[in-house]
């Protein structure tokens, strides 16, 4: 088989065979495909596309070029739960131990982050002793023991996508629905997932911009769970202003436990539940239940106390520190170093979740770069969010950094300005954004 072929044939529009594909991923796994022959074709996938067996074809090989997790010694339909990345996002701290609580085990893989989006790792080495990476042999005990277990992703899964991944940073190849698509859900596959629930963001703070964008990843997605037999639930959600009130590491498992506690917001109750429901429609527990009743049974786990012990087993089966009552132990303090407060009267019309997501990581909460070190107690709490009315002089939002940060106030005044660039008044009132913007299934293709 010759690779310049396969190159011209996705030029010329040609649907590529099983075997084309499978030997474009053995080649980009064992490096013997040059770069430039893989970002050619790349960039011939990105202007025409692929058909749906393509991308089924292109996920399957890429989930198997390395090792795949065999989770057939825990019983039951396994859901894997996966965002596709926003601001304030701590969804999976929240909808995993909700999951657990109603009976259903959980074994998922999960990344850092990079950018403006922060990674659910990185939020829980905030807490002091916690070990995010647990062998694959090890998983079967740690549920046994909490229900639940969480762990890094290891370089031997799914290879080929963070090989390719890596290229279409730099090769202007990031933006396509077949390559997103694969990528996603060749790391799910290759996790062990017998069912998917995905949280599609879209919004100024997600990587999907617009609905339609979101509704076409996650129609691809869906197509690829059907073919290759694991059936898939999209959320699609609003990303326009961050979720909830913390954007950063500690802050934002500080309001996880608070809502696992009952005191969540409107808006990260409204997602988490929803999530939580399409999880457990998705397991042997809750597969004849209608959205409704799965969406109470969620509810009821926070009302009952059990998800918040839920979600304290399992930072105590990972090693993670906890104070008497429960709480988690941080490695780092937050304090307050800046605040951003308004200089008129009006309603909050837009907080724009990119530019705070930006300002968060100028604090020090994200990275630029992948070898970047995170300041566990840097983010932002937003006091205020849009449809709510301000006074001149009322605080929206308060900026920290970790009580050992060495940060300097050049760097502070250049997060507070992107904070103040994130906001918009109006004089007239502003209703409150929708958070769910749609939930697709197989039945929706």
């Known amino acids: 088989m010759d690779m310049l072929e396969i190159i011209l044939a996705k030029r010329f529009s040609q649907e590529l065979s099983a075997e084309q594909i499978s030997y474009f991923i053995k080649g980009v796994t064992n490096k013997s495909i040059p770069d430039y022959q893989i970002s050619a074709l790349l960039m011939a996938i990105v202007l025409n596309g692929m058909t749906k067996q393509e991308m089924t074809e292109l996920t399957m090989q890429m989930a198997f070029s390395g090792e795949v997790c065999d989770l057939s010694q825990i019983p039951g339909i396994k859901v894997d739960k996966h965002s596709s990345g926003g601001v304030g996002d701590k969804c999976t701290l929240i909808v995993l131990p909700i999951a657990a609580a109603c009976g259903i085990p959980i074994a998922k893989l999960s990344g850092r982050g990079l950018g403006f989006t922060g990674g659910t790792i990185d939020k ?130 500080m309001e996880a436990y608070d809502t696992l506690g009952g005191k969540g917001s409107k808006d990260v109750n409204e997602v988490c539940f929803t999530l939580a429901a399409a999880m457990i429609r998705r397991s042997d527990i809750g597969k004849d239940l209608s959205f409704e009743e799965a969406f109470a049974m969620a509810e009821k786990t926070i009302q009952n106390g059990s998800a918040k012990i839920s979600f304290e087993k399992f930072i105590t ?9 429960g709480s988690p132990v941080y490695t780092e303090r937050p304090v307050v170093c800046a605040e951003l407060t308004v200089k008129e009267d009006g309603y909050i019309a837009r907080l724009d979740a990119l530019l705070i997501g930006e300002a968060s990581m100028h604090l020090g909460a994200g990275r630029r770069q992948k070898g970047d070190v995170i300041d566990m ?17 009322d605080r929206i939002a308060l900026l920290y950094k970790g009580a050992k940060s060495q940060i300097d106030k050049a760097s502070i005044s250049h997060a507070l300005s992107l904070a103040e660039a994130s906001v918009e008044l109006s004089p007239l009132p502003v209703p409150n954004p929708k958070e769910i913007l749609a939930i697709l299934d197989e039945d929706s293709l």
Do not use: W
Request: glycine share 12%.
């Open 124 to 253: 829980l080495e905030s807490i002091k002793g916690f070990q995010t990476s647990i062998p694959i042999s090890s998983f079967v005990d740690q549920i046994n023991k909490a229900g639940m277990v969480l762990s890094g992703q290891t370089p031997e899964l799914a290879p080929a996508d963070k090989y390719l991944y890596a290229l279409r940073d730099v090769t202007g190849t990031v933006q396509s629905i077949p390559l997103i698509a694969s990528s996603i859900m060749s790391k799910k596959i290759a996790g062990g997932a017998d069912a998917i629930v995905l949280d599609i963001t879209c919004g100024s703070g997600a990587f999907m911009k617009d609905e339609q964008s979101a509704r076409d990843l996650s129609m691809a997605m869906i197509q690829i769970g059907k073919i290759a037999g694991r059936p898939v639930t999209c959320v699609i959600s609003s990303m326009d202003q961050p979720l909830g009130r913390a954007v950063g590491n500690a802050i934002e498992v």
């Open 377 to 393: 107690g840097a983010g932002i709490s937003l006091v205020r969010k849009i449809g709510d009315f301000v006074n001149a002089g």
């Open 317 to 325: 089966a990972q090693g993670g520190s906890v104070h008497k009552n």
